[in-house]
């Protein structure tokens, strides 16, 4: 019995999988193989027809393209800017500290519906808070949610606003981990603060940083449906959607069941081969302590 209690603790974890992931995984790749509108009684196989169509569309290449910025973007805003600020918060600010990451993370707590609406009012080309202040300096609010480009770049500042605080955190615990007596050795020897966050903080610091780059991708391709849904519906003429959008647009409002399914299987394979790059080319330079 002693055996089989470990099995058995891990039970009602499994039971949860089963149920919301490898369940779904079968049945979103049983849709991909059927032409179905989720209204009608029959499905019509179609075998990889829906594949094809998918990879052969323009509109998907584009929408593939715009995954791609986004998850540069948030790599950017999310990981690499984060980093910078933990290393300054630790370095430079001695006393309120307690005070810098509440307030840090306060944005984590709201919600991104929330967030939306708030950037889509403060950020508003007419009435908005920043359109005021920009006319009184003789400078004009470009119509984002309208603008390629610029729409990509603001619906990722609102998921970084979101997220900032808590890779923030978690890479500031990684910092504070590293002896002190490290930093302080460099500190003697009058090593600048730009070497000290190159040569010790980036390498002793690297098992965090490298978690916090996979959830940054994985995590932040998720988050940023709330945004597109609320404030673009992944417009102008799709050029604010990505993936995940995308195959919820393909399945809940176009009704094509088939090829949003289809888009959900490129996508996750997309995710799995873009995790196997980060452990191939990014874990090898991982410091892990012992």
Not at 176 to 197: Q, S, T
Not at 263 to 279: A, G, K, R
């Amino acid at each position: 019995m002693k055996k089989l209690t470990p099995y058995m603790l891990l039970i009602p974890s499994f039971t949860l999988i089963l149920i919301f992931t490898i369940i779904p995984l079968i049945y979103t790749t049983y849709l991909s193989f059927f032409e179905w509108n989720m209204i009608s009684p029959k499905k019509k196989f179609v075998g990889f027809e829906n594949y094809i169509n998918v990879l052969a569309d323009d509109k998907f290449h584009q929408i593939l393209l715009q995954t791609l910025m986004y998850i540069i973007l948030f790599i950017i805003f999310n990981t690499l800017i984060t980093y910078i600020f933990a290393f300054m918060v630790s370095y430079f600010v001695n006393r309120p500290k307690k005070i810098f990451q509440a307030a840090i993370f306060l944005p984590s707590v709201v919600s991104l519906v929330v967030g939306s609406m708030l950037y889509l009012w403060i950020l508003n080309p007419v009435s908005g808070p920043l359109a005021q202040i920009l006319n009184i300096i003789g400078l004009q609010l470009p119509n984002w949610t309208k603008t390629n480009g610029w729409v990509i770049v603001i619906i990722s500042l609102i998921v970084a606003w979101k997220v900032f605080g808590y890779n923030f955190l978690v890479l500031y615990s990684g910092i504070i981990g590293i002896p002190k007596e490290i930093i302080e050795a460099a500190k003697l020897d009058n090593i600048k603060p730009y070497r000290i966050f190159l040569d010790i903080i980036l390498p002793m610091s690297s098992s965090t940083g490298f978690y916090i780059l996979i959830m940054t991708i994985v995590q932040g391709l998720q988050y940023v449906f709330t945004p597109i849904s609320v404030i673009t519906k992944g417009g102008p003429d799709y050029h604010s959607s990505n993936l995940v959008y995308h195959a919820y647009h393909e399945g809940f409002v176009l009704y094509n069941t088939g090829t949003s399914a289809a888009v959900s299987i490129i996508t996750l394979f997309i995710f799995v081969f873009l995790l196997i790059l980060q452990f191939i080319f990014v874990e090898r330079g991982v410091y892990y302590e012992n």
